[in-house]
T-cell receptor
């Protein structure tokens, strides 16, 4: 299967601990996105990368959150000093954007990492 | 700013019956429109999208949606549902000016009864 993969699938942590999630996009996809989905809600955009460059960050992404995509392939999302309100599903998506494309690209989503902060 | 409203949080339907999942959006600029499906324990999958042209869009698994600009709606329909259509369905928009940023609705859970 060559879809988007995310690890771990589940994470339980205690309040105040740091956690890191990993996303491996579809090979050759140049854009990578992070979303957060809380219970009963749709995904909310957090940030996205084009290759290594982080192009946009949502106001939802507090200074305790940091995302990286050092080599333009996989990405990590780290949450420092976790709080109970951080409990959610963290989704990753990737897409291939051609510079000449005039249309919206299709984002392919991974299965998500479910975080529970106790 | 853009917003998406899915008024029905849950829709129960009998197998082989038709279904319509409602979606309304608000935006001061032109937007692209999408429907995504999320099966249990799986990631979101694109069902269909409206970019331009014909207002009736056909997607995978027999679903279709119609863009109505005057009513700012993008309702999803299927003439005959199957048990395997049980899932959460999300309507979404993204503005032309920031096409990578997708704004999702809160979702509609479709449950199919035999």
């Amino acid at each position: 299967d060559t879809g988007v993969s995310q690890n771990p699938r589940h994470k339980i942590t205690k309040r105040g601990q740091n956690v890191t999630f990993r996303c491996d996009p579809i090979s050759e996809h140049n854009r990578l996105y992070w979303y957060r989905q809380t219970l009963g809600q749709g995904p909310e955009f957090l940030t996205y990368f084009q290759n290594e460059a982080q192009l946009e960050k949502s106001r939802l992404l507090s200074d305790r959150f940091s995302a990286e995509r050092p080599k333009g392939s996989f990405s990590t999302l780290e949450i420092q000093r976790t709080e109970q309100g951080d409990s959610a599903m963290y989704l990753c998506a990737s897409s291939l954007v051609h510079s000449t494309s005039a249309y919206q690209e299709t984002q392919y989503f991974g299965p998500g990492t479910r975080l529970l902060v106790l | 700013a853009q917003s998406v409203t899915q008024l029905d949080s849950q829709v129960p339907v009998f197998e082989e019956a038709p279904v319509e999942l409602r979606c309304n959006y608000s935006s001061s600029v032109s937007v692209y429109l999408f429907w995504y499906v999320q099966y249990p324990n799986q990631g979101l999958q694109l069902l269909l999208k409206y970019l331009s042209g014909s207002t009736l869009v056909k997607g995978i698994n027999g679903f279709e949606a119609e863009f109505n600009k005057s009513q700012t709606s993008f309702h999803l329909r299927k003439p005959s549902v199957h048990i395997s259509d049980t899932a959460e369905y999300f309507c979404a928009v993204s503005p032309y000016s920031s096409a990578s940023k997708i704004i999702f609705g809160s979702g509609t859970r479709l449950s199919i009864r035999p």
